[in-house]
């Protein structure tokens, strides 16, 4: 399927998309998409995904491979095999405290753990890497901006490396 600018809703299924520009409200499966810009808010689930500008989602992805210039990725309990892009920035903008008010009207335990929710992901290999609440085997990167609730394996970076203190980084490989 070829197409020049898609705006759909609903429930999108497909084998092959390439286009210019889509923006995607609803429930997305396939197999390969690109396109120069994607915008997305729903369910996604897609094997491979190159877009040659932007790629922005504000919902839980499942994705294998995503090669993008920039992307932005508004989610929680994702999971991504492998990211290429010079910019990337992952974050969960759900500022409730939902769990401890779960914990204050039920007594104790949480009713769903922060760790328990990250986005996973295998390899990302970006210039600026930008993250929160992600658990990630290995990166490689120049800039590197690990915000809070993160585990990452591997790090390689060769600039700036920035990590808050309730992340965690096994390994950090300066080159």
Do not use: H, P, Y
Not at 64 to 82: F, M, P, V
Not at 133 to 142: D, G, L, P, R
């Amino acid at each position: 399927m070829s197409i020049i600018t898609n705006n759909a809703s609903g429930k999108v299924n497909f084998d092959e998309i390439s286009c210019s520009q889509i923006e995607i409200k609803g429930k997305c499966k396939g197999k390969s998409l690109s396109a120069k810009n994607i915008s997305f808010l729903g369910d996604f689930k897609v094997d491979s995904v190159k877009v040659e500008k932007s790629f922005k989602v504000s919902c839980r992805i499942n994705v294998k491979n995503l090669d993008a210039e920039n992307i932005i990725i508004e989610s929680n309990e994702s999971t991504i095999e492998k990211i290429n892009c010079a910019d990337i920035k992952i974050f969960n903008n759900d500022t409730s405290d939902d769990d401890n008010i779960f914990s204050k009207i039920f007594g104790g335990g949480n009713f769903q753990s922060k760790s328990n929710s990250r986005v996973k992901i295998k390899n990302i290999s970006s210039d600026k890497v930008e993250l929160e609440n992600c658990a990630v085997e290995e990166i490689k990167c120049t800039d590197a901006f690990i915000k809070s609730n993160c585990v990452i394996k591997k790090l390689t970076v060769k600039n700036i490396c920035d990590v808050a203190a309730d992340s965690k980084v096994g390994e950090i490989i300066r080159g």
